[in-house]
């Protein structure tokens, strides 16, 4: 079993929908949550991230975590087909004092106009 | 600021054939990433370096080597490429604040390398 897992998609939804991503984790260790996003042969870029539990909003965008049910959201509202691309989850953690990411495999999101 | 570049942007090596793949970063920052990129896979890390002069292994090392002499660059070599090496390659580099968790990771804009 895989630390993070995410369904690969792709999802493809009408312009104006909303959107969930999710992605699920085993280490109860993670305190903060972040969110890539990964146009089509570009590097990822952070989008946004939280801490712990709770919802954080940003512009279109809410991430969502449960860490009871090891579980987090991504939300987007009124989608655009700019938003098209992958989202990757992320949760950081140190290994001997070494900053180091884990990511999803990432979801694939298709707007169509 | 260029941010994170990386060279080249696209390769072919035949099998057993060696290259290196720069990366080259103007944020002094202090941590270096390199990653590939796999269908299905997502970003698993190669090798990182938490400053000038050191350098760690990640998940998936076997086959690469890499070496930060200078701040700024962080290299990572292929001695003699395989086909399982073909892949998107991408480095990340981090400022890493001490105390924090958030630090944003800052992708180049990755190497298509394919070998044959």
């Known amino acids: 079993q895989k630390e993070v897992e995410q369904d690969p998609g792709p999802l493809s939804v009408p312009e104006g929908a909303i959107v969930s991503l999710n992605c699920t984790y085993s280490?109860?260790?993670?305190?903060?949550f972040m969110w890539y996003r990964q146009y089509s042969r570009k590097g990822p870029e952070l989008l946004m991230y939280?801490?712990?539990?709770g919802n954080k909003e940003d512009g279109r965008f809410t991430a969502q975590v449960d860490k009871s049910s090891k579980y987090i959201s991504l939300f987007i509202r009124d989608s655009q087909p700019s938003d098209s691309a992958t989202y990757l989850c992320?949760?950081?953690?140190?290994?001997?004092?070494?900053?180091?990411?884990?990511f999803g495999s990432g979801t694939r999101l298709l707007v169509r106009p | 600021n260029a941010g994170v570049t990386q060279t080249p942007k696209f390769r072919v090596l035949k099998t057993g054939q060696s290259m290196t793949l720069l990366c080259a970063q103007d944020?002094?920052?202090?941590?270096m990433y390199w990653y590939r990129q796999d269908p299905g896979m997502g970003l698993r890390l190669i090798h990182y370096?938490?400053?000038?002069?050191?350098?760690a292994k990640g998940e998936v090392p076997d086959g690469y080597n890499v070496s930060r002499l200078k701040k700024q660059n962080f290299l990572l070599g292929l001695e003699s490429a395989a086909p399982s090496q073909t892949s998107v390659y991408f480095c990340?580099?981090?400022?890493?604040?001490?105390?924090?968790?958030?630090?944003?990771?800052?992708f180049g804009p990755g190497t298509r390398l394919t070998v044959l």
């Open positions: 992320a949760m950081p953690y140190l290994v001997d004092s070494s900053y180091k990411l884990i």
């Open positions: 370096s938490v400053g000038e002069g050191t350098t």
């Open positions: 990340a580099s981090i400022r890493r604040r001490s105390g924090t968790s958030t630090d944003t990771q800052y």
């Open positions: 939280t801490y712990s539990s």
């Open positions: 944020m002094n920052h202090e941590y």
């Open positions: 280490n109860s260790a993670f305190q903060y």
